[in-house]
């Protein structure tokens, strides 16, 4: 039984997550799978994601890791990342497909032709540093500085209709949800192993929690 | 608000990081292993290897330098150079990059970019384009490492590879390469100008108030430098604390 499974649906920069868990519990077991029993039998569970959320799912249902990811979601420390926060929710305009709905909300895409508070265009996909404001506590904040940036790559971004999930949010050029939590589930839109030492200290934070 | 970045580059050819001026006359600038975990500390925002050499002997040796390189740095990793088909992204993402760049396959071939977009998502695919001057307001893309022209005006192109799925534009001013001039700014207000993805600037960076330039004037996303870090003139917190003195937002 692994410590950490990391879902392997085909669909996202895994070698990272992997290296990024490796050096923040070097003594844990990590696994890429795609194996449902693993990520049943596993103590923690990390569902990333990249790419476009309908391939996403197809793949994701694919390798009949569905049940799994509900399941996990449930009952045990659950981190998403990026598409894996995405798919959590009911519904994205991306493609026009159902998510998962465990969490109520829309996945919708960024305006096109706006401008940032500089008046420049805005860039889509939203790509960089940008910082990440807190608005409720939770342990896998702790040690991370309020409005420390992380590295985000994305064009579609979540809106919760429960408020009370909301972890933070960022400014792009307005404000939208980069983080949610409910139980024993995080999720986050940002990339924590491409954000060098807050992203780190997320992961371990991570790995050390007992929700 | 989200940061300018700053990107150093590094060049590799049979496994070391080497610099060229105007795409020539190489010298030697170290491990990248090294190298990279040093920027990865330093505070560099993400870094792009482009293997230089990119022949088929050489792949090898570049993905073992990939992994390493991903065991022990935490920023965004870009590789690029000899990408021809889908299964080479893939091979380039499963070695620990994060992102891959195209540059001459994708003018012998525009539907790789569209089909690596489709398959792995715009936000890994970078098209690089190597632009050189035709005459005032004009630029021709070039490929093959600078050596072949192909007709294609640099805007038009740019324009093409968004509508085909690239997620970002990674554009070098051959004119400037090497030059430490300072970039070609009307070369990158022309392509920011006409694309809605993000552009980093490259080609020409020879000190401080030339990455504010590029940002500033050229309207870039991000700044691309290499002689600049490689042989110690300046670190990347200099950098950034100029920038920040200038009003430009990075991350610190």
Redesign the interface.
């Known amino acids: 039984m692994a410590d950490i499974a990391v879902i392997d649906y085909g669909m996202g920069?895994l070698?990272?997550v992997q290296?990024?868990l490796r050096?923040v519990a070097p003594t844990a077991s990590i696994i890429l799978t795609s194996d449902p029993q693993e990520v049943a039998r596993a103590g923690r569970v990390i569902f990333p994601g990249?790419?476009?959320m309908p391939?996403c799912m197809r793949e994701m249902d694919e390798r009949g890791l569905r049940s799994a990811v509900l399941d996990a979601a449930k009952n045990k420390p659950f981190l998403g990342i990026c598409i894996g926060l995405q798919m959590l929710f009911e519904h994205s305009t991306e493609g026009n497909i159902t998510g998962l709905g465990i969490l109520r909300g829309q996945v919708v895409r960024f305006a096109?032709?706006l401008l940032?508070?500089q008046g420049?265009?805005l860039?889509?996909?939203?790509?960089?540093?940008?910082?990440v404001h807190r608005v409720a506590k939770h342990p896998l904040w702790q040690g991370i500085a309020q409005d420390a940036?992380f590295?985000?790559?994305?064009?579609y971004y979540v809106i919760p209709q429960d408020a009370a999930i909301v972890q933070a949010n960022t400014?792009?050029p307005t404000p939208f949800v980069c983080a949610v939590a409910r139980d024993n589930l995080f999720a986050v839109q940002f990339?924590p192993?491409?954000?060098?030492?807050v992203?780190?200290t997320l992961l371990k934070n991570f790995v050390d929690w007992k929700p | 608000?989200?940061?300018?970045?700053i990107i150093p580059c590094l060049d590799v050819m049979a496994g070391r990081v080497v610099k060229g001026v105007s795409f020539v006359e190489l010298r030697d600038a170290g491990d990248p292993v090294e190298i990279a975990h040093g920027y990865?500390t330093q505070g560099a925002?993400e870094l792009i290897f482009l293997d230089i050499t990119a022949s088929s002997d050489n792949r090898g040796i570049l993905f073992r330098m990939i992994e390493k390189v991903?065991?022990q740095v935490?920023?965004?990793l870009t590789v690029g150079g000899g990408v021809r088909q889908v299964a080479d992204v893939r091979d380039l993402?499963?070695?620990?990059?994060?992102k891959v760049s195209i540059n001459t396959s994708a003018v012998l071939n525009p539907q790789l970019v569209a089909d690596a977009a489709?398959?792995?998502?715009?936000?890994?695919i970078v098209v690089a384009i190597d632009a050189k001057q035709t005459s005032t307001g004009h630029w021709e893309v070039f490929t093959h490492g600078g050596r072949n022209a192909t007709g294609l005006d640099v805007v038009a192109w740019a324009m093409r590879m968004e509508e085909l799925g690239a997620?970002?534009i990674l554009l070098t001013s051959m004119d400037r390469d090497g030059s430490k001039i300072g970039f070609d700014l009307q070369l990158t207000r022309a392509v920011?100008d006409a694309v809605?993805?993000?552009l980093i600037a490259s080609g020409g960076a020879g000190n401080l108030q030339h990455l504010v330039d590029g940002i500033k004037q050229g309207?870039a996303?991000?700044v691309l430098a290499a002689s600049i870090f490689h042989f110690g003139e300046y670190t990347l917190t200099q950098a950034k604390q100029y920038m920040a003195k200038q009003g430009i937002e990075v991350?610190l």
Not at chain 1, 123 to 131: D, F, L, Y
């Open positions: 920069n070698r990272s290296q990024s050096k990249q790419g476009a391939d096109s032709h940032d508070q420049d265009k860039k889509i996909p939203h790509m960089g540093w940008n910082q940036r590295y985000f790559v994305h064009s400014d792009y990339h192993e491409k954000s060098q030492d992203g780190l | 608000m989200l940061a300018k970045r990865d925002d991903a065991e935490f920023i965004p993402l499963n070695a620990g990059a994060d489709g398959r792995y998502g715009s936000q890994c997620g970002e920011v809605e993805i993000p309207g996303d991000a991350r």
